[in-house]
């Protein structure tokens, strides 16, 4: 099972649905999100909220604004961030059975915007000061420079690495010797980048 990150565009939209929850205790209406977010029609904006429901990021009720957040995301206070643990293959990696707990950490510490922290396992990039325990706050985008630390998708596997871009593939850095890169070629597997590097949180 193959899973593809959210585009700008729909993450975007995401934001605007969870404030606007958050706000005014129910969801936006179709024209609603159309005009916040300068969608062409009601059918873009329609084809947009599809999307989001098919990758997990909302739900459908049948009542009157019937849309609402999945069960584990839908308690996230504005100053709160969920811990992302292991992630089951082939799920968002902000599905409800990802998320060991919700830390009181205002997302506006980190530039850009922290939308999750991932417990760091292993130490493939202690030199780059990330260490086995640590929570990796992390911005969600589907793009990245070449050079950043990334949380990327390869398969159904997740992994933090720092991205290069040779010319026909992708490979997936660590910042340890004693590991091997990890080289992608896109035309053999699924790969995606679910977020960006943004901070580090170390338990004491």
């Known amino acids: 099972m193959s899973f ?24 936006p209406t ?12 009601h059918s873009s904006a329609q084809t947009c909220i599809e999307s989001l429901v098919r990758k997990g990021e909302l739900e459908r009720s049948p009542q009157h604004r019937g849309l609402r957040l999945p069960e584990g995301l839908a308690s996230f ?3 709160e961030l969920p811990l992302i643990g292991r992630v089951a293959a082939g799920s968002p990696i902000l599905a409800a059975e990802n998320i060991e707990s919700q830390l009181e950490v205002d997302p506006a510490l980190f530039r850009p915007r922290a939308d999750y922290l991932l417990r760091v396992v292993g130490l493939s990039m202690r030199d780059a000061g990330i260490l086995d325990g640590d929570y990796l706050a992390v911005h969600r985008t589907a793009t990245a420079d070449d050079g950043q630390i990334v949380v990327a998708r390869v398969d159904e596997d997740v992994t933090v690495k720092r991205l290069k871009r040779t010319h026909n593939r992708i490979v997936l850095l660590p910042e340890n010797p004693d590991f091997e890169p990890i080289e992608v070629d896109p035309s053999r597997h699924a790969f995606a980048i679910e977020g960006r590097y943004v901070g580090i949180i170390r338990r004491s």
């Open 30 to 41: 179709l024209r609603e999100i159309a005009e916040a977010m300068g969608f062409s029609s």
């Open 77 to 79: 206070r504005e100053n």
């Open 4 to 27: 593809k990150p959210l585009s700008d565009r729909q993450q975007q939209t995401l934001v605007f649905i969870r404030e606007y929850l958050r706000e005014q205790g129910l969801p």
